[in-house]
Structure formats: structure tokens, C-alpha cells
């Protein structure tokens, strides 16, 4: 199963890898398929969002906050300078965390579509 995610969705990581595992785990390959054009879409990679928070520590704070969805954090982090650094350098220690989080929404949001839309055509 787990080469299927790999195949599938590609950058997907360890933790991640485990969270669509339990998520897909009854899914047939059909719908698997539809999962994975989904997510892939959708899901930030952590490599992105250290890039984003790096960007934010040196010019524009708050943007790794609003690419995962996070609207008023982000324009708090705009308007106070990342909250005077702390909150940038917190994130950029806790990028993962955030990244991890951001997905799993992402992928239960992506198999509600991918249900839904199974259940349309089926």
C-alpha cells in the first residue's frame, strides 16, 4: 500500500504516507486514483512552506501562514513583523508541524470529494 502512495502522490513523507494509508485503506483503486489527483492538487510540501517562512523572516512574514489557509494569522504575522520575529522563528523551527497539519486537512477534504464524486458517478 504504501508503494502506491509513494507511485501516486509524489514528496509525500513518513507521517504523511501514514495518514493516507488509514484514510484510503478501503478505497478501491479507482477511487484511490481520484484521491491522489485530488490531494496531489492540494497538499503543501514542507519544503515549501521552509521556503515561505524563510521569505517571511526576511521580507514579506506571514505568508507560509495564508498559503495554508491560516487568512488572519497571516495578515497578524504581516502587520506586526511576524510578530516581532518570534512568531516567523517559531514556525520556521515548527514548518513540519504546520505542514503535517495542513495536509491532513487537505486529504480528509480530498476523500469527502473523492466520495462524493465516486457516489455521482456510481
Do not use: W
Not at 504575522?77 to 518570534?86: K, N, Q, R
Not at 504546520?98 to 455521482?120: D, G, H, P, R
Amino acid at each position: 500500500m504504501h508503494q502506491r502512495i509513494i507511485q501516486e502522490i509524489p514528496g509525500v513523507e513518513g507521517e504523511e504516507i501514514v495518514m493516507i494509508n488509514e484514510l484510503t485503506k478501503d478505497m478501491s483503486n479507482e477511487s484511490f486514483r481520484t484521491f491522489s489527483r485530488i490531494y496531489s492538487g492540494k497538499r503543501k510540501s514542507s519544503e515549501l512552506i521552509l521556503i515561505l517562512t524563510i521569505v517571511g523572516f526576511f521580507g514579506i512574514a506571514g505568508i507560509q501562514r495564508i498559503i495554508t489557509g491560516e487568512i488572519g494569522l497571516g495578515i497578524l504575522y504581516f502587520f506586526t513583523a511576524g510578530l516581532c520575529f518570534i512568531g516567523t522563528i517559531v514556525d520556521l523551527v515548527n514548518y513540519k508541524r504546520i505542514t503535517i497539519e495542513f495536509n491532513q486537512k487537505m486529504a480528509v477534504e480530498s476523500v469527502a470529494i473523492t466520495q462524493s464524486l465516486m457516489k455521482s458517478n456510481g
